[in-house]
């Protein structure tokens, strides 16, 4: 590594040390007893562990209870996603508060003989009174004579996204214990993990307390938080090789007094993803939220329909809509009139679902589903009122009309003025099918500052998915305005509810007003294929994709005004999207990198009237990732995370001064009370873990 790069890093270990030295002396001089005086400022601690007994790293350990002694009250929160043990025991612990006391109860069938085991709190435990968790506490035991030692580091990241995934689980299994992988990997779903770890909010985790041998590793992103894999739902990650932890290079580990979490340089690289492979074919739900709409959500991707229909409605008059790009989830729209729909919609559905051993069946379900028009307070107020007039006119003799009432069609895109981009169509989308289209009663028109008008020539282009969005198609100049006017009942949909008039004014977007982007692409190898999303650095969402893009140079107008990075998807299927992997066939999702310049930066500021040339060397984007290449990434990511609280602490003035906020975590990674490496005292400076060599 260069040099000035390797002092940086001393420099960002020293100023870790300062941070975490400050957190923890003020703890060292605390007396005893803790409160905090009426008036004063608002207590920002977690409790402080006094005792354990047995104490923490007990060997030979037989017991069935464990008693944790705080300085204060305490609560118990979400222990069924916090509380993990690793490796996982037959039952889980039951935790008890006797007082300031915390009893752990451990059940005596639940232990392997010879085995360490980490009862791992997560934020389990906080404050009684403000809620201030404890992060990190562990209470670790020994079956056997000895505890397992060893340490070792990672990082897990959304594959697609290229962002941290935090709260996943990493498994690790013992290489010696398992059958050989051959065509099928079955390790996730045949066999309980031997050690257990779990990343913080940063995508970081320090796994511990492992042995001197080949681990299998793999991560998991626990969607529903019931610390279980379930194969496509959540996401998985899997190393390709083994590791040993006393074969690996040293790590610095500090403690984030921000976060108030251990964070450490990351020796393991995860990229996560939704094995679809192994999603289950099923109709998960169904649903019916208005009168002509049913909605169908699958397990997985592309359902196999032989047939579908309902009471009262012809075959023909059911309209289909896949929404999502995976096919999983389908509207059906209903062409029928309102009056001859039941509340109860009765129907089934043939299609093909995976039965107990994942075998696709051909399955009949009925469909029952329910909707009845509830009024609003206002609506029934109004339908009062006329009901009121019209028996009025009724015993008066006089004749009554009722008013006309407001069309309930919907554009959903419809804007009484708009910016149209010259380089595209403007998209039309309502909010069910149409039954009825006019389109030559449709007119627009164009002037220009001269005050002449002109009829424009346009056409409507269906969507090919969606039956209810088109695009509307013409020569678009920036030096004219546009108005487009839909008149009454020129469209209908498909409950036959016409159209109000409808008229919108139309501007050309100025493309002096945006940042135009020269891409120079030069792929790693001719036939490759990528996808360039221009992503927003603050939200984190793609604003504009350019897809199927080879050998040679891209202009990208129209790009806004504001932080941008330049995510790339290597597309080696050539379908223009990212594409996930498949864990059994130990196949990785495609790769998504952000573009980085020549400093290493990957946000960059297009602003007005600005013209950007960027050349994508996609062996370079794309090359293998090393452990130095990571750490150098995250170190960055973490500055400029940093660098945004600093701000957001300078605009919050001087409101937080006086508070009485030490970031202690005692207890945790560096504290007495069984912290995360043990030891009676604190330690402030940032420990190099493994094998205790130097780096």
Request: net charge negative; glycine share 6%.
């Amino acid at each position: 590594m260069r040099t000035d790069n390797k002092n940086i890093r001393i420099l960002k270990r020293v100023v870790a040390s300062l941070i975490v030295l400050a957190a923890v002396l003020p703890v060292l001089i605390r007396c005893a007893t803790i409160g905090t005086p009426e008036g004063g400022p608002k207590d920002t601690l977690p409790p402080v562990v006094l005792g354990v007994m047995p104490g923490n790293y007990t060997t030979n350990f037989d017991k069935d209870e464990v008693q944790i002694l705080f300085d204060e009250y305490i609560q118990l929160k979400d222990q069924q996603k916090e509380l993990y043990v690793s490796p996982e025991m037959k039952k889980k612990p039951t935790l008890l508060m006797r007082g300031k006391t915390l009893i752990v109860t451990i059940k005596d069938d639940s232990l392997k003989p010879n085995t360490t085991y980490a009862i791992e709190f997560g934020a389990t435990i906080s404050d009684n009174n403000e809620g201030n968790p404890l992060h990190g506490y562990r209470y670790v035991f020994s079956t056997g004579a000895e505890i397992d030692s060893l340490a070792m580091s990672g990082y897990t990241e959304d594959s697609e996204k290229v962002d941290s995934l935090g709260r996943t689980f990493i498994y690790f299994f013992e290489e010696d214990s398992l059958p050989p992988i051959e065509d099928y990997d079955s390790t996730m779903f045949n066999f309980k993990p031997h050690k257990i770890a779990r990343s913080q909010k940063n995508g970081i985790f320090i796994a511990q307390n492992l042995k001197p041998v080949d681990y299998r590793i793999y991560a998991f992103y626990d969607n529903n938080d019931n610390q279980l894999y379930e194969p496509g739902e959540d996401k998985i990650g899997f190393l390709e090789q083994t590791y040993n932890p006393a074969k690996m290079e040293p790590f610095y580990v500090w403690y984030d007094s921000i976060r108030r979490y251990p964070s450490a340089d990351p020796q393991l690289y995860f990229r996560l993803f939704v094995d679809e492979s192994f999603s289950r074919q099923t109709l998960k739900e169904k649903m019916r939220p208005d009168q002509h709409k049913v909605e169908l959500y699958f397990g997985a991707k592309h359902p196999d329909i032989r047939s579908l229909k309902f009471q009262g409605v012809k075959p023909e008059d059911i309209i289909y809509e896949p929404v999502s790009s995976r096919g999983d989830t389908l509207y059906l729209w209903l062409k029928t009139p309102s009056a001859e729909l039941p509340d109860t919609l009765k129907g089934e559905i043939v299609y093909f679902k995976h039965d107990s051993i994942r075998q696709l069946q051909e399955t009949t379900e009925e469909l029952k589903l329910h909707w009845r028009l509830i009024e609003t307070k206002e609506q029934e107020k109004e339908r009062e009122r006329l009901e009121k007039e019209r028996r009025k006119a009724e015993e008066n003799g006089t004749e009554w009309v009722e008013p006309h009432k407001p069309s309930t069609f919907k554009m959903t895109s419809y804007k009484t003025t708009a910016e149209v981009n010259p380089e595209k169509d403007l998209d039309v989308e309502f909010a069910t099918p149409l039954t009825r289209f006019d389109s030559a009663s449709i007119r627009l028109v164009s002037w220009s500052e001269l005050g002449d008008t002109l009829r424009e020539r346009f056409h409507f282009i269906p969507d090919t998915l969606s039956p209810r969005k088109y695009r509307l198609r013409t020569e678009w100049s920036p030096l004219r305005k546009y108005e487009l006017f839909i008149p009454t009942d020129a469209l209908a949909d498909i409950s036959g509810e016409g159209n109000d008039s409808l008229k919108m004014t139309l501007t050309v977007a100025d493309k002096e007003k945006f940042a135009v982007v020269n891409l120079k692409v030069i792929p790693r190898k001719e036939s490759y294929r990528y996808v360039v999303q221009f992503v927003d650095a603050k939200s984190n969402k793609s604003v504009q994709t350019i897809k199927d893009l080879t050998s040679g140079t891209y202009t990208v107008n129209y790009i806004e005004p504001t932080d941008l990075k330049i995510r790339i998807i290597e597309d080696m299927n050539g379908n223009g999207k990212w594409d996930a992997g498949n864990m059994v066939e130990h196949r990785q999702s495609e790769r998504s990198e952000f573009y980085k310049d020549e400093n290493g930066e990957e946000t960059f500021t297009a602003k007005t009237g600005w013209e950007f040339d960027i050349t994508l060397d996609m062996t370079t984007i794309f090359a293998p990732i090393t452990m130095q290449d990571l750490i150098e990434r995250l170190d960055k990511r973490e500055m400029e995370r940093l660098e945004e609280e600093e701000k957001k602490r300078k605009e919050q003035g001087n409101q937080n001064k006086g508070s009485h906020n030490h970031n202690n975590q005692s207890g945790g990674m560096f504290g007495g009370g069984g912290g995360m490496f043990g030891g009676g005292g604190g330690g402030s400076n940032p420990m190099n873990i493994g094998n205790l060599g130097g780096r």
